[in-house]
């Protein structure tokens, strides 16, 4: 069945077609590990995540590559201000790499609780420091290099397309305007590739190279890890939005110039995760952590599940009652889920529909209603209702499998009988205090046109 997908660059929507056949090459830029990861981070990498699922789903072999940023990523995402790893660690009075260490592990934990497949490989920038150094001295021998006093820049204006993921001509990009501009750059977009380190101040992360004492800009690590990894080209890079108009044209300019091609043939990018109608910031308060949602009594999949809920391309608002009903909804599917027994043999049909909408530039949402529309189809057996959900929950990542686990003890079974004998002889008394007492073995009871209905309390 064939893939659609819209790449970033050409802003179109076409077929998919890998390089080998039957695999898939992915790139994922991944976190600074110089904080904890935001629910809007998790978006970036959960739609990377069910990308990758639906290749798997379609019988792809898929190799992911997702880089921890643990040096050289500035403050302003460009050339300029201060590495986020070290003002964190000046800021706590840390060492830098406890600092990069503990976010990582934070991270990985993370991805875990929110049903997040472990990517293939998952290098760290300071791991691959001579690789950087390598391509930045190809660069340097081709020509698109400068040296100013803070380090070595890349020459933007020698790449005639450099730019071409954004539209944005050379001289329409303005610096950030929270920064002072560097006098000494050829252009403003160009950018550093090897910075200095001060002479006044002592670094923790740094290294020798052949222009001197310092760390490798933010973007080359990309470049680097990813060719490393995958070679280039390679089939997708993704990453959230906010990468198409400073850190991926640089990715893309630095393998171009550097190797004579393109770094990858597709680039998808997910729209942010907004909250409240408005942008995270530390300001508000509203940058939520896994560990903000959980104290708030929900879990990481209702999140995911949340998630779900938009098209990676449109901007998804988060607000307290939106991830409260996402877990309702979560906790009804596992209700009627446990309730059909063992799964049978998979509905082709179903299926067929539910590979159309994830194969349609990743229609996610509209997988769901699917989902949803199998749940509540009453002609289908449940067993094979069973088998069918579960074979689409490879790509939503919801271990609905799980929920059968829940097996109902003897004990529950004697005290639901005792009580359906004292509703019969009408003793509601009785019957309340036996609901009680399910209750506390962890069921709830609810009383139906079908009589007794339990459900495991959630
Ligand atoms: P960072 O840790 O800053 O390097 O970002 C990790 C990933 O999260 C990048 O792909 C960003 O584009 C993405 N990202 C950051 N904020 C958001 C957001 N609010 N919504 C969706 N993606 C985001
Ligand atoms: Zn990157």
């Known amino acids: ?169 050379l001289d329409e990009k303005e610096e950030g305007a929270r920064v002072e501009k560097n006098k000494e750059k050829k252009n403003a977009s160009d950018f550093a590739l090897w910075k200095f380190s001060k002479t006044e101040e002592k670094r923790q992360m740094e290294w020798q190279s052949p222009w001197g004492i310092g760390f490798p800009g933010w973007h080359i690590e990309c470049s680097a890890m990813s060719e490393k990894y995958l070679g280039t080209p390679f089939d997708i890079h993704t990453g ?24 990858a043939n597709w680039w998808l990018h997910n729209a942010f995760l907004m909250v409240d109608g ?20 929900f879990s990481p999949l209702d999140f995911r599940y949340f998630l779900l809920g938009a098209h990676y391309r449109t901007k998804q608002n988060f607000t307290w009652e939106a991830l ?21 043999k998979i509905d082709k049909k179903i299926l067929k529909s539910f590979n159309e909408r994830i194969n349609d530039d990743l229609d996610i949402a509209g997988a769901l209603a699917i989902l949803w529309e199998t749940v509540r189809n009453q002609e289908l057996d449940s067993g094979i209702k069973l088998a069918t959900v579960f074979e689409m929950d490879k790509v939503f990542g919801l271990d609905l499998a799980g929920t059968l686990s829940i097996v109902i003890p003897d004990e529950v079974e004697n005290l639901l009988e005792l009580r359906r004998k004292a509703r019969e002889e009408k003793d509601y008394a009785g019957s309340d205090a036996l609901r009680d007492q399910i209750a506390e073995l962890g069921f709830v009871v609810k009383d139906t046109g079908d009589g007794q209905k339990l459900t495991p309390k959630r």
């Open 1 to 169: 069945m064939k893939i659609m997908l819209t790449n970033t660059l050409g802003r179109k929507k076409s077929i998919f077609k890998p390089i080998n056949k039957g695999k898939v090459g992915m790139y994922v830029c991944g976190p600074t590990v110089y904080q904890r990861a935001s629910i809007g981070n998790f978006r970036a990498f959960v739609f990377a995540d069910l990308l990758r699922r639906m290749f798997e789903f379609n019988g792809l072999e898929v190799n992911e590559v997702m880089n921890i940023t643990d040096v050289g990523h500035l403050t302003d995402d460009a050339s300029e201000g201060e590495d986020k790893i070290e003002k964190q660690a000046k800021k706590e009075n840390k060492d830098a790499w406890e600092i990069s260490k503990m976010h990582t592990h934070q991270f990985l934990d993370d991805m875990k609780e929110l049903g997040i497949e472990p990517p293939s490989e998952l290098p760290k920038a300071t791991d691959y420091i001579l690789e950087q150094i390598a391509l930045i001295a190809a660069l340097e021998e081709n020509g698109f290099t400068y040296q100013i006093s803070d380090g070595i820049y890349f020459d933007t204006s020698k790449l005639s397309d450099y730019g071409k993921l954004s539209g944005q001509k």
């Open 240 to 263: 959230g939005e906010d990468h198409i108009t400073v850190h991926h044209p640089n990715e893309m300019a630095q393998t171009q110039a550097a190797r004579g091609h393109e770094l």
């Open 278 to 297: 408005g942008k995270m910031s530390k300001s508000l308060g509203n940058t939520y952590s896994i560990d903000d949602l959980k104290e708030k009594g």
């Open 324 to 344: 409260e009903s996402a877990h309702n909804a979560l906790n009804n599917l596992k209700d009627e889920l446990w309730s059909l027994g063992s799964p049978a």
